[in-house]
């Protein structure tokens, strides 16, 4: 899909299908420190490259909620703004796995399947998303999950 805008019109005729994938984004270890300062979730394993370094990781790896956190910008991304679309809001997620750690400098994008999309009361959509965020170079997903979002047209 064009990552530029979409119509909801152009959404529905794609349930069942991929809607998007990202460009690939860096987890930096910056990106991590800010994560942490503003989550106040300093445990070593993200935030202290030599204590990580003994960890069975190796090194620090970024938040789980840090990677989900993303989702928003790396939708963006792959799909674009819906046109007409006032308003959106995350819904919430229906289930979400984080499968496997994001160390600090990988770089992860998201891909995007468009499971439903259907009206709840006049003006509102939600959408169904069942998302993976691939890490570059590895063979699992950081994590996979089913994500709901409320768009206001």
């Not at 006032?86 to 229906?94: A, H, R, T």
């Amino acid at each position: 899909m064009d990552s530029a805008s979409v119509s909801l019109e152009a959404l529905q005729s794609r349930i069942g299908r991929e809607i998007g994938y990202s460009d690939w984004r860096e987890v930096s270890q910056d990106r991590i420190d800010r994560f942490a300062e503003a989550t106040d979730d300093h445990q070593f394993i993200h935030v202290d490259p030599d204590r990580a370094r003994k960890s069975p990781f190796g090194t620090t790896i970024a938040h789980g909620f840090l990677s989900l956190s993303l989702l928003s910008a790396l939708f963006d991304d792959a799909v674009g703004a819906i046109e007409g679309v006032s308003l959106s809001v995350n819904y919430g997620f229906n289930s979400v796995r984080m499968v496997s750690p994001v160390k600090a400098g990988s770089r992860i994008k998201g891909r995007f399947v468009l499971k439903d999309l259907v009206a709840r009361k006049p003006g509102q959509w939600q959408l169904t998303l069942d998302v993976t965020v691939d890490i570059e170079h590895e063979d699992k997903p950081a994590l996979v999950c089913e994500w709901l979002i409320l768009v206001v047209v």
